[in-house]
């Protein structure tokens, strides 16, 4: 069957666009933020001015939990349709929501965020490019900040048919390479109806 000329490429927007505003048609919206990032922007206090940017944003659920928690949040995602429906989603937002790609990011976001969120976006990115999105995020993160990855965890071996493509220990580890030690590991969290996270956090050193 050849592809509907009238439909997005990105399968992700292709979702978005077909649901016609109804979140519970979104498989990962939630009306909370992750519990990661919950027990993290909870639990951190905030440097003044400090910067967050959160990947991959999706309806903005953990945009807008790092807002209220006092980062000054900037949150992308790549779909034009999941950026639009934040805004409208959260219209006294302080969040400033932007369509842009991970794989090309705007330059000024170099080392530019204390904290970086990254919520199950590298997993939906095509194995091919994982390790470019890990250089993507990383390269966000100011001498000091933080990153918060959250991702399903696969065994070395074939790459599974997605998204989503859950990452491996070496495509989270890669995160090392990219001058950012790890400071903490926590397996298996759980974030209904999608299954099982694990959350990892690296701080890149002053
Ligand atoms: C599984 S959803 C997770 C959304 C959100 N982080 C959450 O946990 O609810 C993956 C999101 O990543 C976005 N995405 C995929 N590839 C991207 C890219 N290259 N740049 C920015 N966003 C991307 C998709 O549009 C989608 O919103």
Do not use: K, N
């Amino acid at each position: 069957m050849s592809p509907d000329p009238d439909l997005p490429d990105d399968p992700f927007e292709r979702l978005y666009a077909s649901v016609a505003g109804d979140a519970r048609r979104v498989p990962w919206a939630r009306s909370e933020p992750h519990p990661a990032v919950a027990a993290l922007v909870g639990t951190t206090p905030v440097p003044p001015g400090a910067r967050a940017l959160v990947v991959g944003c999706g309806l903005g659920e953990d945009a807008e939990a790092a807002a209220e928690a006092g980062w000054r949040v900037t949150a992308f995602d790549r779909s034009p349709t999941a950026v639009e429906w934040c805004r409208r989603r959260f219209p006294a937002t302080r969040v400033d929501y932007r369509v842009a790609d991970l794989l090309d990011p705007p330059g000024e976001w170099h080392h530019a965020f204390d904290l970086v969120i990254e919520v199950r976006t590298l997993q939906s990115i095509p194995p091919a490019s994982v390790h470019a999105g890990v250089a993507a995020v990383a390269e966000a993160v100011a001498p000091g900040g933080t990153v918060l990855v959250c991702a399903r965890i696969r065994p070395d071996g074939p790459v599974p048919d997605g998204p989503p493509w859950p990452l491996t220990r070496g495509d989270v580890d890669a995160f090392t390479t990219h001058g950012l030690p790890r400071v903490r590991l926590t397996q298996a969290l759980a974030r209904a109806p999608l299954g099982r996270d694990t959350a990892v956090l690296f701080r890149r050193p002053r």
